[in-house]
């Protein structure tokens, strides 16, 4: 083969790559898109329900004094919520931190919500929806690293739907489906039923009346349950509400040694409108 032939072919061989993450990158943007303005439909209700004081009548007290701190009386259900955030995460827990930045759209009624974050090296996909939870990693945004689905799934992401809803606390206001009990004068139990499942965190309220810790059983892949705890810090105004700016999880392992393993900070929050960002 002739020189000039290598010559040419070579920067072609080695465009093929680039060209087949850009064509993957561009595929799950459009899919993200696609997917969010699903999850966002609009409802056949009416106008949302408003919340008044007369709804925390029986609560326990920490969590009557959370509310009152978030929200205002005679202010609408939010039906949804979307965000920016920068941070830190671990893809194992003894690797280093590496920074991370995503997107999330969240929806209070029915439960669901679709996470995207980026790394110089991956693109995760986290989703609770229709009641099933999935899990996808891409290497460079296109190769197909995992896809994590299945029962333990399934809990494990409407567990973060329900300890992601600090940043929509009307939905966090007692129904048919989910119900706050008492455990001492700075926690209560929340414990939510939905599609056949039940979920539940200890959940604590510092000085301020702002949730800041929330902790269950999960699954850590093949491991079996192990108490995971997420926290909450930094409250800000955001719109009218009082949720956090700063959002942290990690796992306890079995000697109490808690290991955090993602660190979220907002950048932005929108309640309105309730469609992809562009």
Request: one cysteine or more; charged letters at 25%; a positive charge.
């Amino acid at each position: 083969m002739k020189k000039k032939t290598i010559a040419l072919l070579v920067p072609a061989a080695l465009a093929l790559p680039v060209a087949a993450v850009w064509l993957g990158r561009a595929w799950a943007a459009r899919q993200l898109r696609q997917d969010v303005t699903r999850l966002f439909a609009p409802a056949p209700d009416p106008a949302p329900p408003v919340y008044e004081e007369a709804q925390l009548r029986g609560l326990p007290a920490p969590v009557q004094r959370y509310f009152r701190r978030v929200l205002r009386p005679g202010q609408p259900y939010r039906r949804g919520v979307r965000l920016r955030h920068t941070g830190q995460f671990k893809t194992d827990l003894g690797k280093d931190w590496v920074a991370i930045e995503g997107e999330q759209y969240l929806r209070a009624d029915p439960p669901g919500f679709i996470w995207q974050g980026r790394t110089r090296q991956f693109t995760a996909r986290d989703e609770y929806v229709d009641g099933r939870g999935h899990l996808r990693v891409l290497l460079l945004g296109a190769v197909p690293l995992l896809h994590g689905q299945g029962p333990h799934y399934d809990q494990g992401e409407l567990l973060r739907w329900l300890g992601e809803c600090v940043w929509l606390p009307t939905a966090l206001l007692p129904s048919a489906h989910l119900r706050w009990t008492s455990l001492d004068e700075h926690s209560a139990r929340l414990t939510l039923q939905h599609q056949g499942l039940t979920v539940s965190y200890r959940v604590r309220f510092n000085e301020q009346d702002e949730l800041t810790e929330f902790e269950t059983q999960r699954y850590q892949g093949d491991a079996g349950l192990l108490t995971w705890q997420g926290r909450a810090t930094h409250y800000r105004d955001w719109h009218g509400q009082w949720v956090p700016t700063v959002l942290e999880g990690s796992w306890v392992q079995n000697d109490g040694q808690r290991q955090p393993y993602a660190r979220f900070v907002v950048q932005r929050l929108d309640y309105d409108p309730l469609q992809p960002f562009p």
